[in-house]
C-alpha cells in the first residue's frame, strides 16, 4: 500500500508529529512499505527508513489543489488526514480536499482526536456549526476514524452515518523507564519524596488552577510530597504569560510555592522519560466539555505510572479500561486529594492499579492498534466501507474498545 499523511510533521511538535510517527512505526509492522508525509508549513523535507517528508502545503491558503497534486504525482492509494481545527481549519476547504482526493482515486480517512459539541460555530457554509462541518467530512471522506465510543455515537447523534465511522483506539509507545533517584536529582526533587506531576501543554481547560488547590491539601495531609509541572503554553504571549503569573502567585499564596517545581517551557522529547520517572502520581485535572482521548494517559500508561484523571468524557477509557477509581469528579477537591492521598499511601492499590494501567498499555501498543489500522485500510481499497470492518472487529478482544479490563 501506498500510504500518505497529511499533517503537520517535525520539527513540529504539537501533537501531529508523535502521533503519525508512532502510526507509521506500528502500521510498518504489518506492512513493511515506505510511507509519505505531505508536510504543512515548516515542516522538514526528510527520508528515512520509514517515511518520506516533504514540505507541500500551508493552513493559511486554499490548499486543496496543491495537495491533491502531490498526492498524484506519488501514486498515493490512501491519504491519513490528522485532524485538528487549528490546522485543516473548519471551513469548506477540508471538505473539497476529500472530494477531490476520492475523486483522484485515493480513499480518504480523517483520524478526529476531538469531536466539539455539534452547536459550535465553524466556518463552514451552509451551517457554521460543528454538525454541518463534520457532516459535510463525514459525506466526503471514505472514513472517519474516532479514539472512543462516545466520540463514534457524538458524531452518530449528528446525523454522521454510522457506516462512515470506525473506532480505533489511541496508542501507546512504551516509555523508557529511567532510575527515579537520579531523575529527581536531575529536577531538583527530593529523592525520597512523593511526587505529583502535571504533564502537558497548559491552558484553561487543563484545570491547572484546580490543581494547585488539590495539591494544597494533599500537602497538608503528606507535608513532604511535592508537585511537579512538567510543560508550559502553547504560545508565550502577553495573555498566556498573564495565566502563568497568576499560577505561580496562587502557589505563592497556597503555601506550596517551595514544594512546586515548573518546567517552564516545552519538553524536549530526550527530557520526557526522566520528568515521567520522576514521578509517583500523573494528575490530569481537565474540564473540557467535548469527547475525545488524552495523549498524555497513553504516555503515562507507557512508563507504568499511576494516575488520576477528571470523570469527563476525554477519560472514558481510563475508567471502562483501567478502573473507575482513577477517576474523579472534576471539581471535588476533597475526591481529589483523597485518592491521590490514597494512591501515594496505600501499596496495595497502587500495586493494583498499576497492574490495570501495565495491561492496558500492552493492550494498546501502537503494533496492537496499527493492526486495525491496516486493516481498515485493506478493506477500504477492496471497496468496503467502514461499517464492513468494523463488524469483523467486534468478539475480537486484543484491542480494549471492545472489552472491559476485569
Sequence with gaps: MKICHITNFWPNYHGHAHYTENLIDGVRTHDAAKHFVCGEGNTAAHESESYIAAPVWSRDGDYVETITAHLRSIGAEIAIVQYSNDLFGDDN??????????????????????????????????????????????????????????????????????????????????????????????????EGAPVVLFFGFIWLGKGLDFLLDVFARVKRRLPQTWFYIGGYTRQKVFYTKAY???????????????QTRLFGDYVPDE???????????????????YSSVSGVVHQT???????????????????????????????????????????????????????????????????????????????????????????????????VPLRFAA
Design 93 to 190: 476547504r477540508l471538505p473539497r480536499l476529500l472530494a477531490s482526493l476520492e475523486a483522484a482515486g485515493v480513499r480518504s480517512i480523517v483520524v478526529n482526536h476531538s469531536i466539539y459539541p455539534e452547536t459550535w460555530k465553524t466556518r463552514y457554509q451552509p451551517g457554521a456549526d460543528a454538525a454541518h462541518f463534520d457532516r459535510a467530512v463525514a459525506g466526503a471522506a471514505s472514513c472517519m476514524v474516532v479514539h472512543s465510543e462516545r466520540m463514534r455515537r457524538d458524531l452518530v447523534s449528528r446525523g454522521v452515518s454510522s457506516r462512515n465511522v470506525v473506532v480505533i483506539p489511541h496508542g501507546s509507545k512504551a516509555m523508557e523507564r529511567r532510575d527515579p533517584a537520579e531523575s529527581r536529582r536531575e529536577l531538583g526533587l527530593p
Design 244 to 258: 502563568m503569573a497568576y499560577l505561580k502567585a496562587r502557589m505563592w499564596s497556597l503555601g506550596i510555592a517551595k
Design 271 to 289: 527530557r520526557v522519560p526522566t520528568i515521567y520517572s520522576a514521578a509517583d502520581v500523573v494528575a490530569m485535572p481537565y474540564n473540557q466539555p
Design 301 to 399: 500508561a507507557g512508563i507504568g505510572k499511576l494516575m488520576l484523571c477528571s470523570q469527563i468524557p476525554k477519560f472514558d477509557e481510563v475508567e471502562q479500561y483501567i478502573s473507575p477509581d482513577l477517576v474523579v469528579p472534576h471539581d471535588d477537591k476533597r475526591a481529589w486529594s483523597d485518592q491521590l492521598v490514597r494512591l501515594l499511601t496505600d501499596a496495595s492499590h497502587a500495586e493494583t492499579m498499576r497492574a490495570r494501567i501495565e495491561r492496558f498499555a500492552a493492550e494498546t501498543s501502537w503494533p496492537v492498534v496499527a493492526k486495525r489500522h491496516v486493516e481498515l485500510y485493506r478493506a477500504l481499497l477492496a471497496g468496503q466501507d467502514a461499517a464492513s470492518i468494523g463488524a469483523q472487529w467486534t468478539g475480537q478482544e486484543e484491542v
